[in-house]
């Protein structure tokens, strides 16, 4: 199985899981493994070179019960439709989770960001929004950034939308602060794993001053994930990314592999940081280990060469549904992505509030609403892990899963 499938079938297996342990019948478990809408669009561009290209895109919203479909959009060479598919149903459990008014959804686009011009990535994007726009807004489906996308892409989003309907900021989620994206936005995910640890450790009495954390991807979850994990007192030994891979025992300096990576576009050559092969920071001596890149990447092959007694799941879906049980089989804690990551989805959630109202809040605010949402979602899933004898991500789904259930229920389905 490759990495690029992983994502739905570990999301059908753990649904599957939880709908055995719920008592829930054959036809909510097929409901809730289908997607409500799948789109898949051709989308032609012409070439800074003056040639023709055409991209797929793909939007899936998975389900709305509890709200409008939220997910973010994906810029990479590996998008298809099962991805996207699988990503899609993950957000419908994490917004449920961390119980927030939306439901899931999720797209992408099949293409190599880094090799397409700030121009050629405009006009892809708007092309990409006039093909979807009837099914997208602030009602229906709300998109947001994720891996190869940022603050300006759903700036031009926010823009094409509104030619179409007026001004509609909260249309997408993750815009720059000039067009009523929230504070705090660019930083949450990361800065949520630091909520999630800091839950963690205080609930397992595990130290942080000191413990030594590896983090694969040094974009923006990996990035804020780093800088939120080392405010904790805690020790960043290795990071990555998908051309780099680094190590210092003593705790990498952060501040100067950033400044590597905007200046020569690698994390090498820092001084006093050893190289690493390729994934080998996935190997490291550690306590925790923070997959924060790309999908898929602990598997059954790998899973045994994993030190770190915790995985913090930054990502979506790193671990396969083998290596999940491999690792809970050695002892390995697993933190999941629905619950570990989902401080990116609860403050797009706060910005999709603010626009609504027309409000802006400070930083402070966001922080410790936060704070709030995800030390009690923390809170749930440790409660329910200990009262039934589940691992985290068990209980996280279980949870999650009758919420939505509970929902289909009254809506009278
Ligand atoms: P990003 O594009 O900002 O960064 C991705 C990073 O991963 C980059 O540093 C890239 O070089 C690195 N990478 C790619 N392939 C790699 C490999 N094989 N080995 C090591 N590093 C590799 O993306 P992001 O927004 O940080 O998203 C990362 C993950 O977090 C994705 O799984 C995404 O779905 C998930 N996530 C993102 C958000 C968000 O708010 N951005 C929220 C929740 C979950």
Not at 36 to 46: G, N, S, T
Not at 108 to 122: A, D, H, K, V, Y
Not at 187 to 208: C, H, N
Request: hydrophobic share 40%; charged share 25%.
């Amino acid at each position: 199985m490759t990495a690029r499938n992983t994502t739905q079938s570990a999301y059908e297996i753990f649904l599957n899981a939880a709908c055995d342990r719920l008592g829930y019948s054959k036809s909510t478990i097929s409901l809730l493994s289908l997607a409500a809408l799948e789109m898949k669009v051709e989308i032609p561009i012409i070439r800074d070179n003056g040639e023709l290209a055409v991209f797929s895109g793909y939007r899936v919203q998975h389900q709305n019960v509890r709200g409008p479909c939220k997910g973010g959009l994906r810029y990479h060479p590996n998008v298809d439709i099962e991805e996207v598919r699988g990503l899609a149903s993950l957000m419908t459990m994490k917004t449920a989770l961390v119980d927030i008014p939306l439901g899931g959804g999720k797209g992408g686009i099949c293409c190599n960001p880094r090799e397409l011009s700030t121009r050629e990535l405009e006009v892809l994007t708007r092309k990409f929004v006039k093909r979807i726009h009837r099914e997208i807004g602030p009602n229906s489906d709300i998109m947001a950034p994720d891996v190869g996308t940022n603050a300006q892409v759903m700036g031009w989003i926010h823009s094409e939308y509104s030619a179409i309907y007026g001004h509609s900021p909260a249309a997408v989620t993750g815009k720059p602060l000039a067009l009523g994206g929230s504070a705090g936005r660019e930083k949450a995910t990361g800065y949520g794993i630091g909520i999630v640890m800091k839950a963690y450790a205080e609930r397992y009495d595990a130290p942080l001053n000191g413990a030594t954390v590896a983090i694969q991807g040094f974009g923006n979850v990996g990035f804020h994930a780093a800088k939120a994990l080392s405010d904790l007192g805690m020790k960043i030994v290795a990071v990555s990314d998908a051309r780099s891979s680094v190590y210092r025992e003593g705790g990498v300096d952060l501040s100067a592999l950033a400044k590597q990576k905007s200046e020569r576009g690698l994390l090498t050559d820092v001084e006093g940081h050893e190289t690493l092969e390729a994934g080998r920071e996935l190997e490291v001596e550690c306590d925790y280990l923070v997959p924060a890149a790309m999908g898929g990447v602990i598997t059954a092959e790998n899973a045994d060469k994993i030190k770190a007694r915790t995985v913090i799941e930054g990502a979506n879906g790193p671990v396969t549904s083998d290596a999940d049980r491999l690792l809970r089989d050695r002892g390995v804690t697993v933190v999941p992505d629905i619950l570990a990551n989902s401080g990116g989805v609860v403050v797009s959630y706060f910005e999709w509030v603010q626009n609504l109202q027309r409000v802006a809040w400070p930083l402070e605010r966001v922080d410790d609403e936060l704070t709030r949402i995800l030390s009690n979602a923390a809170q749930q899933v440790f409660n329910h892990a200990a009262q039934k004898g589940l691992d985290l991500r068990s209980a996280a789904f279980d949870i999650a899963v009758s919420r939505v259930k509970e929902a289909l229920d009254v809506t009278g389905i």
